[in-house]
């Protein structure tokens, strides 16, 4: 499980709607462009889509392999759909800010 939220956690950096500390500044813009087909949820293509992007801009293929796309889709989905809608990234995104740092080594 520990496995699987991290895996979950690094993924999360790829999506910058979804790693934010804060509530997005863009009046969900952000979102809007990753939803590609406008229904208001991130299936597994646009998810994958993001994360190829940033992968290409970091020069790490592994960022977009389709395990960390199902894994961080597992972690955030939170009803199980297989989708993420803007309340389960809200719902992560308020984890994450209220998360303790983590220890140093």
């Given at each position: 499980?520990?496995?699987?939220?991290?895996?979950?956690?690094?993924?999360?950096?790829?999506?910058?709607?979804?790693?934010?500390?804060?509530?997005?500044?863009?009046?969900?813009?952000?979102?809007?462009?990753?939803?590609?087909?406008?229904?208001?949820?991130?299936?597994?293509?646009?998810?994958?889509?993001?994360?190829?992007?940033?992968?290409?801009?970091?020069?790490?293929?592994?960022?977009?392999?389709?395990?960390?796309?199902?894994?961080?889709?597992?972690?955030?989905?939170?009803?199980?759909?297989?989708?993420?809608?803007?309340?389960?990234?809200?719902?992560?995104?308020?984890?994450?800010?209220?998360?303790?740092?983590p220890e140093a080594n």
């Open positions: 499980m520990k496995k699987l939220t991290m895996a979950a956690a690094a993924f999360g950096l790829a999506l910058p709607i979804a790693s934010a500390a804060q509530p997005p500044q863009d009046g969900g813009r952000m979102f809007a462009m990753i939803d590609a087909n406008g229904d208001g949820k991130l299936d597994k293509a646009e998810v994958t889509k993001m994360a190829e992007m940033r992968a290409q801009r970091q020069g790490d293929p592994t960022l977009a392999s389709p395990e960390k796309v199902a894994a961080f889709i597992k972690h955030v989905d939170a009803n199980g759909d297989g989708a993420i809608d803007k309340a389960e990234l809200d719902t992560m995104r308020k984890a994450r800010a209220s998360a303790p740092p």
